[in-house]
């Protein structure tokens, strides 16, 4: 361990929000860097397709459709942490890059719509966040308008999410009569009207106070609540917490920064710093000397005029300095990181150092790919970026077909670097691509007309689902796939995955066949 780059990773906490559309993914985002002092609120609130297109300008197409493409990296410091908070792309934008971005984070806020509860894309990506035992902090959003009973929401999340929860704030008054938390930990009150709420700075005050401030509220119907949550709810658990079992819950409303600091100020506290990451050979701890990295996104076309790519890294251990040489272990080859580019908030700038935990954007020209692990020479490869089952099958219709085979090696290339799933049936029939939200196929379809001169259209497919296939008998394997040959596929790693018409199909095929494992995620070997 070396102690300089200890402290520095001990600074650091790298996360992500999830939530689905509208839940106030956004509009947290914006306060959080309000903290940080990463941007000025004057200038940031804007209507919301307008916001959305601050974020970056990168791509014709996320211009025309006021979304961004890319995941960006916002980093800010407060109360001495560095945070790196990694945005997942949602409405239109969702795609894989959504989800593997969550494999380069160490927590995760889940933000909550108070009176909606857990919907469908939150616990989509709270099951990737499982996956890695994420510690999750909840964020219960829109206090301020009509919701659903707290309690009743914190239910929701063990029952459905199979997670404890604890209250950290508690709310005092509901929807237009939201006044203010409670701080379970330190007892005191923050309230919404308090002058400085604006700035999400809200002073405690103690609870016996609030009578005095707000004659309208019901004191002892409040303290008998508060007595309640105490005696019903489970306690804080750090370790819990760090194993993602537990998940302390916040209370509040992003739209009027109330709540935010107290959820801030818990990653702080809480959350964990860079943890250790599994390679193939070993445990690698942040604080080591040695840089290690690996490659969870790849953006293309920031600029077209150089056909460039960033590679988005996340560093694992040591420090990365500008100019110092990396091994690309796939490949074997050094590289120079003469250019790493560092996120502040919606600007890039040259990184001359960074540190684990960070997120640094390497440009290169197609040599990177998502998984690949950098180091200063070791063999180690990071187990890092799985790949997610698609949620949308389409064949790819090509007029040209004398330029068949250009477009057989075009889309390896865009499999490769993540843009889409590429599968391609047994029996010979047309390639098929698999992606998880449309925009994918958008900027597929883009991509080769601008790259390749390829002018494609995509077919919808008989098949909606494909899963991964396997089998501890290769023969029980073998008679599956020859019994369902024209739903079998090889990705690009040459895995088969079995293609089902819907999910009454795919139910089916596995009750005929017990011996084989469906998977709707494939980690990287
Ligand atoms: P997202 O990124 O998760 O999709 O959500 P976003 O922040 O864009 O918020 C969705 C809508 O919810 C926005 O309203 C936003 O102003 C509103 N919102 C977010 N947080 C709160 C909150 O704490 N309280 C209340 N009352 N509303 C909140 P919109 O009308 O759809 O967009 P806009 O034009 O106002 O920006």
Redesign the pocket.
């Known amino acids: 361990m070396n102690q300089p780059i200890a402290n520095e990773v001990a600074r650091r906490r790298t996360f992500a929000i999830i ?1 689905h ?8 985002t914006e306060m959080l860097l309000l903290f940080g002092g990463a941007i000025n609120l004057a200038g940031q609130v804007k ?2 397709g307008q ?1 959305r297109n601050t974020r970056s300008d990168w791509m014709g197409i996320e211009r025309e459709r006021g979304i961004s493409v890319v995941t960006s990296v916002m980093t800010f410091e407060y109360g001495g942490h560095v945070f790196n908070l990694l945005d997942t792309p ?2 239109e934008d969702f795609s894989e890059d959504t989800y593997r971005t969550l494999t380069a984070v160490d927590s995760a806020v889940m ?1 909550i719509d108070a009176a909606k509860g857990i919907e469908a894309r939150t616990r989509k990506l709270f099951e990737v966040c499982r996956l890695r035992d994420i510690p999750i902090v909840t964020f219960i ?5 009509e919701s659903r009973d707290p309690f009743d929401v914190m239910d929701e999340i063990e029952k459905v999410l199979a997670l404890d929860t604890t209250p950290a704030t508690w709310p005092i008054g509901r929807g237009r009569d939201f006044a203010g938390t409670y701080d379970i930990a330190s007892g005191g009150v923050r309230l919404m009207d308090d002058a400085s709420a604006k700035t999400g700075d809200a002073p405690q005050i103690a609870l016996a106070e609030l009578g005095a401030k707000n004659p309208n509220l019901d004191i002892a119907a409040i303290t008998a609540e508060i007595e309640l949550v105490k005696e019903a709810c489970r306690p804080f658990d750090l370790e819990s917490f760090r194993e993602g079992h537990l998940t302390p819950v916040f209370f ?5 920064n109330f709540g935010v600091g107290d959820l801030l100020d818990a990653i702080g506290k809480f959350a964990p710093s860079p943890r250790a990451q599994e390679s193939n050979l070993r445990r690698v701890d942040a604080a080591e000397e040695r840089m290690t990295a690996f490659v969870f996104k790849i953006q293309a076309n920031m600029d077209p005029n150089h056909r460039d790519r960033i590679a988005f890294a996340r560093l694992c251990s040591g420090k990365l300095t500008r100019g110092m040489k990396a091994k690309q272990v796939r490949t074997g080859k050094p590289m120079s990181l003469s250019a790493p580019q560092f996120f502040f908030a919606q600007d890039r700038s040259v990184a001359d150092e960074a540190f684990a935990g960070d997120v640094v954007g390497i440009p290169n020209h197609g040599t990177l790919r998502i998984g690949d692990t950098l180091t200063e020479g070791e063999n180690l490869t990071f187990v890092g970026v799985p790949s997610f089952a698609p949620e949308i099958l389409r064949r790819v219709r090509l007029p040209d077909a004398m330029k068949a085979k250009k477009l057989k090696s075009a889309l390896q290339e865009m499999a490769e670097e993540g843009v889409v799933q590429v599968f391609r049936p047994i029996d010979g029939a047309p390639a098929m691509v698999g992606v998880v939200g449309p925009l994918q196929l958008d900027v597929l379809k883009v991509r080769l007309k601008d790259e390749y001169g390829l002018e494609v259209g995509f077919e919808p497919s008989e098949f909606q689902l494909a899963r991964w296939i396997a089998s501890a008998d290769q023969k029980k394997l073998d008679t599956f796939i020859t019994a369902n040959n024209s739903g079998i596929a090889e990705d690009l790693d040459g895995d088969f995955v079995f293609m089902a018409r819907n999910q009454f199909y795919l139910d089916h095929a596995r009750e005929r066949a017990p011996d084989v494992t469906f998977t709707d995620i494939k980690d990287v070997k």
Do not use: I
């Open positions: 939530s559309p509208d839940a106030g993914k956004t509009t947290l209507a919301k916001r949602g409405h933000v959003n829109k206090m301020d308008r509040g409303s992003a739209l009027k």
